[in-house]
């Protein structure tokens, strides 16, 4: 059974960062690329990074290139989403997501979902 358990969400003023961590058990495709997105409310699930299986690709929305990094450390079973400068805008639940093959950017690509964290970010 496939289970995507994110933590590190929370409050931080705008500025201010956070880590996102994206804990990953059942998976045994050895070319399992993961993803993480976002919703805020009212508006549609968004793309917001993607990681290759290997980690020599990584993939950034235009919106948080230069403020966000994805990583994993596979033998840790682990992705992370380093958010730095935060912004009011980046206010959102962050879903970490897993597909087998290529970090594609559209959520109906991904087979695997975790629950998701809340990431509020003040003004």
């Known amino acids: 059974q496939v289970q995507l358990v994110e933590s590190g969400g929370g409050l931080v003023q705008a500025g201010g960062s956070l880590r996102l961590s994206c804990a990953a058990s059942?998976?045994?495709?050895?070319?399992?690329?993961m993803g993480w997105f976002r919703q805020a409310p009212g508006k549609e699930r968004e793309f917001v990074a993607g990681?290759?299986?290997?980690?020599?690709?990584?993939y950034l929305a235009d919106s948080v290139k230069g403020r966000f990094t994805i990583s994993r450390d596979n033998a840790k079973n682990t992705v992370y989403l380093q958010m730095n400068s935060l912004k009011p805008e980046d206010t959102a639940i962050y879903y970490c997501?897993?597909?087998?093959?290529?970090?594609?950017?559209?959520?109906?690509?991904?087979?695997?979902w975790g629950h998701g964290t809340q990431v509020t970010v003040s003004s």
């Open positions: 997501a897993a597909r087998n093959g290529f970090p594609l950017t559209t959520a109906q690509s991904y087979s695997y």
């Open positions: 990681i290759s299986r290997s980690g020599a690709g990584t």
């Open positions: 059942g998976l045994t495709s050895s070319s399992i690329a």
